[in-house]
């Protein structure tokens, strides 16, 4: 087998390969359905661009012409680069993170990618090879999300829930990566005319439109209805308009089609709307609701950080900048919201804050421009498919640009897409002929990356891929109560120095935290940890001076670590001071804040210093009632009030946030919301308030002992002896130990053991 053979196979099997890594999924990685996909994806593109400049310098005919597709990418790239220089961040922007592996990393080997592409596949025959094996490979993540949806317990479990995430992690990505594949399904049943294949296509097809509707992604479903529909509509107004029973047949179906859609917006209180989860999932957009109130605040955040850098924008991977600054608070709802934001999940303004408009119209133009080539070589040479190839493509770029209003990009639906701009690139202008034919800048090429292979194999992939696995190891030792191992395994990982330290040092911290109240661990291990857990932290910092949730974190770590070390409050404060500065409206700030207050309050009245201690304490209130003022919908803000002010001994004044909560019609009336202001009320020794929380939690939860034995406490310290009596004959109801325990305490109310 001569060279050349073997360099074509080596792309062909590097090409097929990269179809198939959305099925790749490594549970023994962090982001098992991300990390993996995007390491492998990376190490082919490498292999295959290496094999292309190798066939390029012994062929001339693969030696690739600049084409139009290639410029506007490769522009593209220049001004995120450039945009990322200009932000004073770019070694984050050039690496991501785990959960997004994107960055400029990925771009780049993206653009090697579509080189390949526009190198390699120069006939239509090629093409449809690896749209089929793009198919194949879809089909296989689709039958992966029906046994999701048949519940089959020996098919991977959906990381969606409810929703199809299938082998790719995410309903959302499902569904844009399936929408690729349906239409390369139908771009190969019209080209392929055996019956067995056709028949292959269309119950593939059929297939994936049913994964896509369950995967519930409102964006996807809508994106997919729209492409589909034009589809039939070019089928019966144009490519089968002479076969009057499919024409007319393809009338009625769009009729109906039209006819469904608006019985079912028109019935949306149905029951057979809401007990269909696909109809009601459609039905249910509204812009009153979270998701889509949470869109809608993001992009506002969006918008006003690109009228601060209209042009180029803050650079890859730098959204949270803007987010931070601009932050909504009423996105903050309860203690369980979303309210980190790396990406403004909307195409343009995501493009606008990583490149600004130079960015959004470059990504664009590489879009949408390709499409009017494709439009202009099928309208002057005519082709028996007709204008099947441009609709089928141009569809499938709508769509895309559809589900993309409502989401980003990941590796799944990158992949498909550059398969597209790849197939593009052969219908658009090219310049540069003699230089781009010269053997001489393939053979240089090609020297450089075989110098280079080695060293970047393990740079970008290798030393990665061992930290990040590193971590589930460490992660596993903790679970396993392996603290010293766990703690080795952390060290081991941050110090391998990757670009990920960002978010080990943050899990090795949560690590560190969990040992602190372990007593039975030696606590001057313990003291060492959390310093080397407070110097990642300062390191964090140090790295990304802009990232409120580095300060946010630290401030949580201090408020947990200060017992062994009284300064870290103080130190809590200063960052304090930074991160209103970085995102003025986020509520936890000041939720922190006031716990180091109140933290170190308790400090300075130990030491009898009662003066202090007042000012720090009345600092404390003012903080969560900032937090109270930047969105008074939000139980949370008012529950941290009311344990402060139990905590501070102003118990006169929790009434008032009582009842500003049920006036706002904020159910606080919750047995673990209860329990948390209850215990405060203990710690402070507020009986009256011990006495009316336990009262109500009698009522809400009748069945549990323990509600009534601290019922009745409550009555015994304030010196109701025949309630707490009466409360404890209630207690011997449960019989057993319980009786016991009631014939006890009632022995000591009577003898006067308790009072007031």
């Known amino acids: ?202 119950l593939g097809i059929i297939l994936q439109i049913f994964i896509v509707l369950n995967t519930l992604s409102r964006g996807g479903i809508l994106a997919l209805a729209f492409s589909l529909t034009g589809f039939v509509g070019y089928l019966v107004f144009s490519y089968l308009k002479s076969n009057k029973l499919v024409r007319n047949t393809g009338i009625i179906i769009l009729l109906l089609i039209v006819f469904f859609a608006g019985l079912v917006f028109f019935n949306k209180q149905a029951n057979w709307v809401k007990n269909n989860p696909v109809l009601n999932r459609i039905v249910s957009i509204s812009t009153s609701a979270t998701t889509a109130q949470n869109r809608l605040m993001t992009w506002q955040s969006a918008y006003q950080g690109f009228k601060e850098k209209p042009f180029l924008g803050y650079g890859y991977e730098n959204f949270y900048q803007v987010f931070d600054k601009y932050f909504n608070p009423k996105i903050y709802r309860h203690a369980g919201s979303v309210v980190w934001f790396d990406r403004a999940h909307n195409i343009i303004f995501d493009r606008l804050i990583t490149g600004g408009l130079i960015g959004l119209l470059l990504y664009l133009s590489l879009l949408f421009i390709p499409l009017i080539y494709l439009w ?24 895309y640009f559809i589900q993309n209003l409502f989401i980003f990009e990941a590796l799944v639906t990158y992949i498909p897409l550059f398969l597209v701009l790849g197939f593009l690139s052969q219908f658009s202008p090219t310049w540069g002929k003699k230089i781009s034919q010269s053997k001489k800048p393939y053979l240089v090429l090609l020297t450089i990356g075989i110098i280079i292979f080695l060293p970047i194999l393990f740079s970008f992939n290798i030393k990665p891929a061992s930290a990040n696995k590193g971590l589930i190891d460490a992660m596993i030792k903790v679970q396993t109560q392996k603290y010293q191992e766990a703690y080795d395994q952390f060290v081991n990982v941050i110090d391998k120095n990757t670009a990920n330290n960002q978010e080990y040092r943050q899990h090795f911290a949560e ?161 673990g919301v209860l329990n948390r202001m209850v215990n405060s009320a203990i710690r402070a020794g507020e009986y009256q308030w011990t006495l009316k929380i336990h009262q109500e939690l009698t009522e809400l939860v009748p069945e549990k002992p323990d509600y009534w034995i601290d019922l009745a406490l409550s009555y015994a310290y304030l010196g109701q002896k025949e309630k707490a009596v009466e409360t404890a004959e209630k207690v011997k109801s449960f019989g057993g130990e319980y009786a016991e325990q009631a014939d006890l305490f009632i022995q000591d109310v009577l003898a006067e053991k308790y009072g007031e």
């Open 1 to 202: 087998m001569n060279l050349e053979k073997i360099l074509k196979y080596i792309i062909w099997a590097g090409l097929i390969g990269i179809c198939f890594i959305p099925l790749i999924v490594k549970s023994n990685y962090f982001f098992p359905f991300i990390v993996p996909k995007t390491l492998a994806f990376k190490v082919i593109v490498e292999i295959i661009f290496l094999a292309f400049l190798g066939l390029a310098v012994i062929k001339k005919e693969y030696r690739l012409k600049l084409n139009l597709v290639l410029v506007l990418f490769f522009l593209y790239i220049v001004t995120v680069f450039l945009s990322s220089i200009a932000a004073g961040s770019f070694y984050f922007s050039f690496w991501s993170n785990n959960e997004r592996s994107e960055g400029l990393l990925l771009l780049l080997h993206l653009f090697l990618f579509l080189i390949v592409l526009s190198g390699f596949l120069r006939r239509i025959k090629d093409w449809l090879i690896t749209f089929e094996a793009f198919f194949a490979s879809g089909l296989l993540v689709s039958l992966f999300g029906l046994g999701q949806y048949l519940n089959l317990d020996w098919i991977l479990e959906s990381a969606g829930g409810s929703r199809i995430a299938s082998t790719i992690g995410n309903a959302g990505y499902v569904a844009g990566y399936l929408i690729f594949n349906i239409f390369f399904g139908l771009l190969l049943f019209f080209f392929r005319k055996n019956r067995y294949l056709r028949l292959y296509y269309i």
């Open 511 to 671: 690590f560190v935290t969990g040992l602190i109240n372990k007593e039975d661990l030696d606590q001057a291990w313990i003291n060492q940890a959390i310093i080397r857990a407070e110097q990642g932290f300062d390191k964090q910092i140090e790295e990304k001076p802009l990232n409120t949730r580095n300060y946010l974190m630290f401030m949580r770590f201090l408020n947990k670590a200060y017992q062994f070390n009284i300064e870290r409050l103080n130190k809590s404060l200063a960052l304090a001071e930074r991160a209103v500065q970085l995102s003025p409206a986020r509520p936890q700030i000041y939720y922190e804040s006031g716990y180091s207050q109140i933290y170190l309050g308790k400090y300075y009245q130990s030491l009898g210093q009662t003066e202090k201690a007042e000012e720090l304490f009345s600092q404390s209130i003012t903080n969560m009632q900032k937090a109270i003022d930047l969105n008074d919908q939000v139980p949370e803000s008012y529950i941290n009030m009311v344990m402060v002010l139990f905590t501070v001994g102003r118990s006169e004044q929790i009434q008032f946030y009582l009842d500003k909560m049920d006036e706002l019609g904020l159910n606080y009336h919750s047995e």
């Open 376 to 399: 202009k070589y099928f309208w002057k040479n005519k082709t028996a498919s007709g204008y099947l190839i441009p609709v089928i493509f141009s569809l499938v770029m709508l769509a």
